[in-house]
């Protein structure tokens, strides 16, 4: 299948939707704001963007999106960034709330303090990423990722400290590569969601 035939779905109830739009398409891939149960039918892949995740739970279980979205990122490719990490981990600190359990993670919310609120800050890839360029990466509110499970590759670090985890088809992001010029992070969800969609 080539790229052109990809349905991608961005959850759309709220949050930072309109560039992956982009993004996706600049990549021949076909988005599909998702809204309700049924956008969910026949997409290869859906990434859940940044916004703010307690919102974010509220709108989903609003929505009837709570269930099918859960089984979804459980099964399917699914791609989390900042709240959307937060959404897919295992485990959500600082404080507390429900999750989907998709990857094996811990995340505590907004925990860079105060001062570094929001930031932009250049980051090295590890040995599971697809080439040895640091790249671009755009902090805002964002959470830290605290555990990692041993099922879990890390593939972008700050630091020593991990931004960017793929668990099989699950991956997650703390930063927002679709604030970036770089379109490789979407080439990547683009190509993980070809493989295992
Ligand atoms: N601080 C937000 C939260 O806890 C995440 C911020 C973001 O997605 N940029 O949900």
Redesign the pocket.
């Known amino acids: 299948m080539s790229s052109q035939n990809l349905r991608i779905g961005i959850l759309a109830l709220q949050g930072a939707v309109q560039p992956h739009v982009e993004k996706l398409r600049a990549l021949s891939a076909e988005p599909v704001e998702v809204r309700q149960p049924k956008d969910l039918d026949g997409l290869s892949g859906i990434i859940l963007p940044?916004?703010?995740?307690?919102t974010m739970i509220q709108l989903l279980k609003l929505n009837h999106l709570w269930d099918p979205l859960a089984r979804f990122t459980r099964e399917r490719p699914a791609w989390g960034l900042?709240?959307g990490t937060?959404l897919l981990a295992k485990e959500v600190v600082h404080p507390a709330q429900e999750s989907f359990g998709a990857i094996d993670i811990s995340v505590s919310?907004?925990a860079f303090g105060r001062q570094l609120d929001s930031f932009i800050e250049i980051v090295s890839p590890t040995d599971h990423w697809v080439d040895q360029n640091r790249q671009e990466a755009v902090f805002?509110?964002?959470?830290r990722i605290t555990q990692v499970g041993s099922g879990c590759d890390i593939l972008f670090q700050m630091k020593s400290e991990p931004i960017m985890v793929r668990q099989g088809h699950a991956l997650a992001t703390t930063f927002h590569p679709e604030l970036s010029t770089s379109d490789i992070f979407h080439r990547y969800f683009v190509d993980l969601s070809e493989q295992h969609g």
């Open positions: 940044g916004g703010e995740s307690t900042c709240a937060i919310r907004n805002i509110r964002a959470p």
